[in-house]
T-cell receptor
Framework: AQSVSQHNHHVILSEAASLELGCNYS??????LFWYVQYPGQHLQLLLK??????LVKGIKGFEAEFIKSKFSFNLRKPSVQWSDTAEYFC?????????????FGAGTRLAVHP | EAQVTQNPRYLITVTGKKLTVTCSQN?????MSWYRQDPGLGLRQIYY???????DKGDVPEGYKVSRKEKRNFPLILESPSPNQTSLYFC?????????????FGPGTRLTVT
């Protein structure tokens, strides 16, 4: 069965530092990949998604992610973080089950950005 | 405004007292899901529904029931809540179509069972 690993559970950065959050999935083949963000007290919002084509995907708020098929990875990056990026970030992968593609989520990475 | 709504947002209850968390979406989406979010475990799917009157178990269905009598509503029912169901619950809906797996999430319901 498909599974998703996010290696960093907690990340603490200073403003303007660069960010990279790791995400690996277990099952090869055709996958659709997502990063969601959850700001404190809010619901999940889509940051970016990859279905096909250019493996470097750009999302909202300056985030980007690179799909590396050979490494089963979809790492999230941002060159310069801001205090407002403090949130929890979830990687998700589609898994075909029960007649439709459902999303499998990673455990999440909690990011704290200090001024 | 396109949205998924959940009620209540916060709920404290006692073991064994039946409760229902409502979920409604105004986007005419066919697929709807319920997740629970627990620290260190991410989101785990409880139940999902592919359309009206079509529901199925997700990864952690024990202790929960759902129904889908109308397209827009997908309530989550806890017949006899227990403390291990204390969690943050999210309802989500997904637009139909092979290229659209983006899920729209509700604001969440924080449930505490004492």
């Amino acid at each position: 069965a498909q599974s998703v690993s996010q290696h960093n559970h907690h990340v603490i950065l200073s403003e303007a530092a660069s960010l990279e959050l790791g995400c690996n999935y277990s099952y090869g083949g055709t996958v659709n990949l997502f990063w969601y963000v959850q700001y404190p007290g809010q619901h999940l919002q889509l940051l970016l998604k990859y279905f096909s084509g250019d493996p470097l995907v750009k999302g909202i708020k300056g985030f980007e992610a690179e799909f590396i098929k050979s490494k089963f990875s979809f790492n999230l990056r941002k060159p310069s973080v801001q205090w407002s990026d403090t949130a929890e970030y979830f990687c998700a992968v589609t898994s075909f089950s029960g007649g439709y593609n459902k999303l499998i989520f990673g455990a999440g990475t909690r990011l704290a950005v200090h001024p | 405004e396109a949205q998924v709504t959940q009620n209540p947002r916060y709920l404290i209850t006692v073991t064994g007292k039946k409760l229902t968390v409502t979920c409604s979406q105004n986007m005419n989406h066919e697929y709807m899901s319920w997740y629970r979010q627990d620290p260190g475990l991410g989101l785990r799917q409880i139940y999902y529904s592919m359309n009206v009157e079509v529901t199925d178990k997700g990864d952690v269905p024990e202790g929960y029931k759902v129904s889908r009598k109308e397209k827009r509503n997908f309530p989550l029912i806890l017949e006899s809540p227990s403390p291990n169901q204390t969690s943050l619950y999210f309802c989500a809906s997904t637009a139909p179509g092979i290229l659209s797996y983006e899920q729209y999430f509700g604001p969440g319901t924080r449930l505490t069972v004492t």
